[in-house]
């Protein structure tokens, strides 16, 4: 995400990049200020965040502004690097054409070598660096048999201060990303691969949705947007509520949104070690009458800042994931259903009763069954097929979406004659 104010980036934000068949990962990390260091800052711990993606890192990509010059925390940094013993390829950004270049001459004042000259916003000179960033790695390491399919990928969504963060870093054991009281810390998605209940999933920690995206505007507008996108690339979402609140308007839209977009489904209601007795009779009450369509979900109560029951993520992780990849046979779903119609039949509709030749399932991953009719089912009965699905076969913590399929209408009128026109039968 890029915007023109300070501070937009905050936590370590990993991409992986090719050039010349060498792959590699970049770590995108905020601005670094060694003078707040060690303050009870935002600012200390977005630096504190860089100093551990350079102890990591292979070789290290050091952009200053070349129009500005080297400021004082330039060469603080600078100074950090040099102890670092890491290669070092220094970048001297916002030379956007040949006059500009007298003036990086004067970043060779940090001791990190030569300074190449390139322009980020319209890629002047990102040839020349990407060959010097190749030069200071390492040779590359032999390539690791490929796990089929690999982690599961989980995305961690919710409003801004539900604990979405809070939880990445308790499950990853570290302090991975930031987690600030002021709503709104976390901009991109962050990526971690953790080792949890004998298996290993890749979390994603996403921003948190404040309203609808057409309503964001600015650094809002494109965290929003990177959330949905999270979310597609997801297999299960983990909804985090806060359970020491009442449920929200925008609680239940996210989960409409995860439910829009296929993914399995667990519901996880934080900040557990804050709820009384009477929260959580009134919570339970909230849930029967506002998450109607999404009774199915797992829910795991969870304290995010303590640990309690995290590991209850894993079963009910399981669980969804199960039940969005299953199928059931066809000739056990249309046994059921016949015995299902003929105990409840559809309404009468215009007159006529539409009847159900035959189901099958289309597609999982969502599970997406298609009815075969003579007419037109109404989405009352269109859910109650659902809800009898969900009651036979489980279906826990997946969408299930119900489609119908209309009979042709010459078959309706029992026309079998294929004969072509103008011919008459002898």
Same mark, same amino acid.
């Given at each position: %995400? ?63 502004? =070349?129009?500005?010059? +080297?400021?004082? =925390? ?18 001297? @950004? !916002? ?6 270049? &007298? ?18 916003? *319209?890629?002047?000179? $990102? ?13 590359? &390491? ?5 796990? =089929?399919?690999? &982690? ?8 801004? @201060?539900?604990?979405? $963060?809070?939880?990445?870093? !308790? ?17 991109? &998605? +962050? ?22 995206? *057409? ?22 979402? #983990? ?5 020491? =609140? ?23 209601? @934080? ?21 109607? @369509? ?10 995010? !800042?303590?640990?309690? *029951? ?12 199960? $039940? ?32 159900? %030749? ?29 809800? !009898? ?10 969408? #299930?979406?119900?489609? %119908? ?22």
């Amino acid at each position: %995400m890029v915007e023109d104010t300070p501070g937009v980036t905050r936590d370590r934000v990993s991409y992986d990049a090719t050039w010349r068949g060498r792959a590699f990962t970049i770590v995108d990390t905020g601005g670094w200020e060694p003078a707040v260091e060690g303050t009870p800052s935002l600012a200390a711990r977005v630096a504190a965040q860089a100093r551990i993606a350079v102890d990591a890192a292979d070789a290290v990509l050091f952009v200053v502004d =070349a129009v500005v010059g +080297v400021t004082d =925390a330039d060469a603080a940094v600078a100074a950090v690097l040099r102890r670092s013993r890491k290669p070092v390829v220094l970048a001297a @950004n !916002k030379v956007d054409d040949a006059p500009g270049e &007298p003036e990086v001459h004067a970043l060779w004042s940090l001791g990190l070598g030569e300074p190449f000259a390139v322009s980020a916003l *319209h890629g002047r000179g $990102s040839g020349d660096l990407l060959d010097a960033v190749l030069a200071a790695l390492p040779p590359a &390491p032999a390539e690791p048999d490929e796990v =089929a399919g690999g &982690p599961r990928r989980i995305a961690l969504v919710g409003r801004p @201060n539900v604990g979405k $963060s809070s939880l990445l870093n !308790k499950l990853a054991g570290t302090e991975r990303v930031l987690v600030d009281s002021v709503a709104g810390t976390t901009r991109d &998605p +962050v990526d971690e691969v953790i080792d949890l209940g004998g298996k290993t999933w890749r979390f994603v920690d996403t921003a948190g949705i404040r309203r609808r995206l *057409h309503q964001t505007q600015g650094a809002d507008f494109f965290a929003a947007l990177r959330t949905e996108r999270a979310l597609e690339r997801a297999e299960v979402a #983990v909804v985090i509520v806060d359970a020491s =609140a009442p449920l929200a308007e925008q609680d239940l839209r996210i989960i409409s949104t995860v439910i829009d977009a296929g993914r399995a489904l667990v519901i996880a209601y @934080n900040k557990w070690d804050l709820v009384d007795e009477y929260r959580r009779e009134s919570l339970d009450r909230e849930i029967d009458r506002q998450l109607y @369509n999404a009774r199915w979900a797992p829910r795991v109560n969870i304290s995010a !800042k303590t640990g309690w *029951h995290v590991d209850r993520l894993v079963p009910a992780l399981e669980l969804a994931l199960k $039940s969005w990849e299953t199928r059931i046979p066809t000739g056990r779903l249309n046994a059921w259903l016949t015995s299902l119609v003929a105990a409840t039949p559809p309404p009468v509709r215009g007159g006529r009763q539409p009847k159900i %030749m035959f189901a099958t399932q289309a597609g999982t991953r969502p599970p997406h069954f298609v009815l075969f009719t003579s007419g037109f089912l109404q989405a009352g009965y269109r859910r109650f097929i659902e809800r !009898k699905l969900r009651e036979e076969f489980g279906f826990e913590g997946t969408p #299930v979406h119900v489609s %119908m399929r209309l009979r042709d209408k010459r078959d309706s009128r029992g026309d079998t004659d294929r004969r072509p026109p103008g011919r008459r039968a002898r």
